[in-house]
């Protein structure tokens, strides 16, 4: 059975970092494109990164040069380094996977993933 467990969130003053991290079960995570989203209050859900079977990586402009997804296949798990966090980076976030290889232009898209997380809640705030 397929499961996503987030964790890192938690509440940071702008400037700061977090490093979400992102466990997968039940699946080898090498074999599956994965990708970050994440939901503020009122919003609608925006993908933030992505990565697919064979390392391409995409990033929303919003957060370029600013975060980084890595992934460690021996531990099974995904991560979103987020660096010089601001408030509008608060915002529920979310881990998601898919079992195959996802274009470049697929993988910010919610539509392309079957498996979620529950999230974890990042606070950008002074």
């Known amino acids: 059975q397929v499961q996503l467990v987030e964790s890192g969130g938690g509440s940071v003053q702008p400037g700061g970092s977090l490093r979400l991290s992102c466990a997968a079960s039940?699946?080898?995570?090498?074999?599956?494109?994965m990708g970050w989203f994440r939901q503020a209050p009122g919003k609608e859900r925006e993908g933030v990164a992505g990565?697919?079977?064979?390392?391409?990586?995409q990033y929303a402009e919003s957060v370029k040069g600013r975060f980084a997804v890595s992934q460690d296949n021996a531990k099974n798990t995904l991560y979103l380094q987020m660096n010089s966090l601001v408030p509008e980076d608060t915002a529920m976030y979310y881990c998601?996977?898919?079992?195959?290889?996802?274009?470049?232009?697929?993988?910010?898209?919610?539509?392309?993933?079957?498996?979620w997380g529950q999230g974890t809640q990042v606070t950008v705030s002074s």
């Open positions: 039940g699946f080898t995570l090498s074999r599956f494109s």
């Open positions: 998601a996977a898919r079992a195959e290889r996802l274009s470049w232009w697929s993988l910010l898209l919610q539509t392309s993933y079957n498996y």
């Open positions: 990565i697919n079977t064979e390392g391409t990586i």
